[in-house]
């Protein structure tokens, strides 16, 4: 099993930055894909972005040029650096892994969740 610990979240105003951090720990084999995702009061889980063991990125458009994903291999920790950052950005921001476990098996884990809140 996958324990997945987020942080970075808080309250900024529009136009200023954060960062989250999410470590995973547990009997892995491997990580395949990394990503976060993020979910506003009354809407549905949406994809923020997603990194894969080989670096490859993929970002939802509303976040291009603004946010940047990166992991820690080694620490097992993926990384959201967010910039220019705007009220539609307030959300519950979830990290998700793919991975393998030493059984081999393939598991989808979620984090707790950290609310990132864009007010003035």
């Known amino acids: 099993q996958v324990q997945l610990v987020e942080s970075g979240g808080g309250l900024v105003e529009p136009g200023g930055s954060l960062r989250l951090s999410c470590a995973a720990s547990g009997s892995i084999l491997r990580i395949n894909v990394m990503g976060w995702y993020r979910q506003a009061p009354g809407k549905e889980r949406e994809l923020v972005a997603v990194?894969?063991?080989?670096?490859?990125?993929t970002y939802a458009d509303s976040v291009k040029g603004r946010f940047t994903i990166s992991r820690d291999n080694a620490k097992n920790t993926v990384y959201l650096q967010m910039n220019s950052l705007k009220p539609e950005d307030t959300a519950v921001y979830y990290c998700n892994t793919n991975s393998v476990g030493s059984n081999r098996r393939a598991s989808s884990d979620w984090g707790q969740g950290t609310q990132v809140t864009v007010s003035s």
């Open positions: 990194i894969t063991s080989g670096g490859l990125k």
